[in-house]
């Protein structure tokens, strides 16, 4: 059901030589400057760089850059664009670092660790926020069977929804009596894979462990031992038993229920309501250098998230693009089950979930400050920020990385295009208001982190 380049072209309301345009442009590369210019644009305005390499990993919240790429959004901005999978987070950020990677789809959590020194040393910033919601958390078969058997409401195709860590906690208290610790997969340290399943087990009574000078891994005085695995290998590193469990986005949840290896137990939307997930990161040097190349790509970005959004069959035909091998490579129906409006469970218990993918909705697409201040306070909570720090650090550090002004120069350009409307753009300081969102109902507050830090039973503080 993959969908070829013509039928989507054939979906938009543009005319044909736009695309015949965007074609020609591709093949003669630096002479898109000479197009912008003859038709209107200004020569301030004009792309410094013209053709570029951005980095993705194979998930489906890397759609906004497919989307933007196949539907020729890039090629609107006079960009020429080349997708190139990477290997894991690490690589995908050392390369954006190094200039091989002009861009790169990332963790919300990479672009600010890495300008506070953790792990990699780096100055990134994002002015696009990809996509809502996303991830999962998939138990193994047999963890999923001992936690039917100790809670008998589980052993139906109604579980009572959400499923809270607190019914894992007798299974994870025997495996660490027994001296054999449940082990537990998750995509990287800073990813928000990392800290909805820390937040989860936390909120069930499970203590996830902690970072320290001494223990990279974050694994001190743990009732579970996290490890980062590359998320296309989740489904395989269950299978094989290396991990009981995982926290990874889609597909590969779903790739777990449809080869018959674990359950998926609870989505990111049940932990935290509308969290935010992946962002479109660069360095700071590359966004000084060219910063209407940067208006470019995000224009394009917003337009595709927009398309995203705009109809369930635009989405159907989203995953039929997505599931082809230079993207994220899994087959159709495994891709349509999440991205569709609806989730699958365990086999058989199939649920609407219309909000598991938002990437245009919400103002999904808008980077906020507080989005940035809780993953600093996460940061915090479990160790890799070693000392407390001030409210005032948490303002600033987000304001450094997250950069709303980036995003609002391309939107309000593409409300003067007439491709966004007003009521589109969020009036806001950056900061949402207190989300009370979250499964064990603490309120957070991006204003007030040393507050909200205080409210949790487990977790580093002042």
């Known amino acids: 059901m993959n969908q070829t380049t013509s039928d ?14 965007g074609r020609v442009i591709g093949v003669i590369g630096t002479a898109a400057l000479v197009f912008a210019l003859t038709f209107g644009a200004r ?4 792309p410094e760089k013209l053709e570029l390499t951005l980095g993705f990993i194979k998930l489906t919240d890397c759609a906004p850059l497919v989307i933007a790429k196949e539907l020729r959004y890039f090629e609107d901005e006079f960009l020429t664009v080349t997708l190139e999978a990477q290997a894991n987070w690490k690589i995908l950020l050392d390369r954006v670092i190094s200039g091989e990677l002009d861009g790169a789809h990332m963790l919300a959590g990479q672009p600010l660790a890495a300008t506070i020194g953790f792990g990699t040393k780096a100055h990134i910033v994002t002015g696009f926020s ?23 409401s589980l052993n139906t195709l109604h579980v009572p929804r959400p499923v809270k860590a607190d019914l894992l906690k007798p299974v994870v208290d025997r495996l660490k009596r027994a001296g054999t610790p449940m082990r537990m997969g998750m995509v990287f340290p800073v990813s928000t894979h990392n800290y909805e399943l820390r937040y989860w087990l936390a909120a069930g009574g ?18 579970v031992l996290l490890s980062v695995t590359p998320p296309p290998q989740m489904p395989a590193t269950l299978a094989q038993g290396t991990i009981q469990g995982y926290c990874v986005g889609e597909p590969w949840n779903q790739q777990a229920v449809f080869k018959g290896i674990g359950v ?13 997930e992946k962002v ?12 209407n190349t940067h208006t470019a790509l995000i224009k394009a970005l917003i337009r595709a998230a927009q398309w995203l959004d705009a109809s369930p069959e635009n989405r159907k035909k989203a995953c039929g693009i997505l599931s082809r091998p230079e993207y994220v490579g899994a087959d159709y129906a495994v891709i349509a089950n999440s991205m569709t409006g609806s ?23 808008y980077p906020f400050y507080s989005d940035a201040v809780w993953y600093l306070s996460q940061m915090r909570r479990w160790g890799q920020i070693a000392e407390a720090k001030p409210d005032e650090w948490y303002r600033k550090t987000a304001e450094s990385v997250y950069r709303p002004d980036l995003y609002l120069k391309a939107a309000k350009a593409l409300v003067k295009e007439g491709n966004l409307s007003v009521k589109d753009l969020p009036r806001t300081d950056g900061y949402k208001p207190e989300d009370n ?18 409210k949790f039973p487990l977790g580093r503080k002042d």
């Not at 020569?43 to 004009?46: E, H, I, K, L, P």
């Not at 499970?206 to 009732?223: F, M, R």
């Not at 998926?264 to 935010?276: A, F, G, L, M």
């Open 343 to 365: 989730f699958e469970y365990q086999k058989g218990e199939k649920l609407d979930l219309p909000d598991f993918n938002i990437f245009f909705r919400h103002f999904a697409t």
């Open 206 to 223: 499970i203590n996830p462990g902690y970072y320290t000078e001494s223990d990279i891994n974050g694994n001190t005085d743990a009732d």
């Open 280 to 291: 479109f990161g660069v360095t700071r040097q590359w966004a000084d250098a060219n910063p």
């Open 8 to 21: 989507i072209s054939s979906t938009t309301d543009r005319s044909h030589c736009r695309p015949f345009l």
């Open 437 to 454: 969102g979250f499964i064990d109902g603490i309120g957070f507050d991006g204003r007030k982190p040393n507050d909200y830090l205080r």
């Open 43 to 46: 020569a301030d305005d004009a």
């Open 130 to 152: 990809m996509d809502l919601n996303g991830n999962g958390i998939t138990l193994s078969n047999d963890v999923w069977k001992e936690m039917q058997k100790l809670t008998p």
């Open 264 to 276: 998926p137990v609870i989505t990111d939307y049940e932990i935290w309501k509308n969290n935010p």
